[in-house]
């Protein structure tokens, strides 16, 4: 069952309206400012700065909701991408004849996921190792490096290709939105394929631009994964063939018709830095790190050598346990299927995307916990801010703690969100085998091992987080 | 030979006890309570001494009696975390290898177990990094029967395995 919202006359009016896309940025793009100036000349300390405590608060859980309900909507308001673009269009939202770009293809090897997937495990080493969340002046920094690297591929790179090849979130931000509550797609794909010979959704027009991250809305993208929700297929559509539609969760993870191993790669890095890669790094770090002190020269946090090799060993062992675990799994469902014509890497490539929920409702059930923990600490700080804005140099004086759950009754509904993930993981993980196999009962046979797997996932993460109550 | 249903609950339980019980092993190590020994102040305070790290405490159990009186002195030795106790009132905000001494905080609480957290985002493991207040005798928590459970998962693996070798000496149809 879907809903077209396009059908509603005031939103289609909103979507089709030239300057919609600017006039979402512009709020974001405020608060960003705000963020970049509180925590660049702000108090030095994450639990006393604005930027730290919105940012892994407000932001963090704005940007988890935001992908169960409106797929990549931070996309679309995101200042940063949309720092490249203006300077590529020379247009805040109107369609310009002319580019400052060099208007480069993206060299033809680097179009996939692999790049952002390494850019992002950088970029967690980098926050874990240097504690880059937990330094404001390391999160202004941050926030600039990627604007600017934004700003200069928008120049050289034709579209956005920052933020469909580069941006170390764009995997993250993509899979997750498969799981998302809205699509946007062609209405009719016989409308697309006999009656439209302009293409303009991808190539654009006179007054809309093609598809700035290269997707073909009216043939071949059928997933959340790089759709940024702009609107300029909207726009731009003659037919008046793409809808805005509200769906089922999940429909993506399971409906894909291509699956691709750059992509499953990224679900299971994401999926296994929910789960696996914080249970080895927090149950082996001092150890590892204490191992490295004799070997290497000993520093002062975060600019301590054991410490940056040690998180960075382990994020690699929990990986590489991560996909070891998802293929020898495949492995198993194989053996189980009696499936010879179909190898473990195309299972593992099928049913990698199954396993998102699991992740993301994961991510969910620990902002639960850190948003509980931290609501009273937000309020000292905007105080603090207010008293000094945007600098945010004065300090809140003492964090208030503002007792909205008690730790019980917190972990009982992490306990639901968990198993809500799981559910979604089952149901796709089943899905998907009935799309691979014809035959019920091997179908079957070939879901048990991956729901296995599924499950434990989730008592490690149950375990994980009710660790001080059990 | 199996039929591929019978093969697959096989394959499943032994993969997955296996792999339950060496997460169990590998995490119910460093998860096992350690506690501190308050060490007493002249004012009558039980003093606890902590440390800090990514992502963990140390020790990470803390046993008061309710009605006692306590004082934290907690130094982070790496990055900036927070020490938060929400049940009392607590949350302390740490810099790196600087001690700081929370206020003298009453234990008005009935027995149990309570987290102790960090309040600060420290990176991937924050959400894990937890120790427990326990608070008088909370009687037997399900923690207890962790072992137990290891040992059950380690029982289901090698009896799965015995089942499917067995499975694969019999003739087919």
Redesign the interface.
Known sequence: MTRDLLVLAPVRRALRFRPFQFLAIVPAALVVAVVVASTWFGIDHPGFNFGTVFTWVVWWGALLLSFVFLGRAWCLVCPIGAAGEWVQRLRLWGRSRYTAGLELPWPRRLRNLWLATGLFLVFVWLDNGYGMSNSPRLTAGLIAVLTLASAWIGLVFERRAFCRYVCPLTAFIGLNSLFSTLELRRREAEVCRADCATKDCYRGNATTYGCPMGEFPGGAMDTNLLCILCTECIKGCGHDNIGLRLRAPGRDLWAMRRPRADGAFAAVTVVGLATLIPLVTYAWLPKVRGLLAGVLPAGIPPNDPPRLVAVGLLFAIGLGASVALVYGFSFLSRRAAGARALPARALFVHYAYALIPLGLFKFLADLLDHALRTWGALGDVTRALLLDFPLNRTVAGRVTVVHLLGPVETYLIQILLLLGGLLFTLFALHRISLRLFDDREVALASFLPMAGLGVVLTLVSLWMLGAPLL | ML???V???L???A??AL??TL?IW??D???ALVSASPTAGSDGVKEFSIRV????FSPRAIRVEPGDTVRFRVVS????H?F?I??L?????L???REVRSPDVKVALPPG?????C??????????????LVVGNPGR???AT?PWIASLLALAAAGSFAALAAGRREPGP
């Open positions: 039929r591929p249903l093969r697959s609950v394959l499943t339980t993969a997955v792999l339950g997460t590998t995490v190590g460093p998860q790290h990514a992502w963990g030795d790496d990055i900036q927070g938060a929400n049940e009132g607590l949350n302390l905000q810099v790196s290898g177990k309570y987290p102790i957290q309040s600060t985002f420290c990176g991937l493991g924050h959400p894990s990094m937890k120790a427990s928590t399900p923690g962790v």
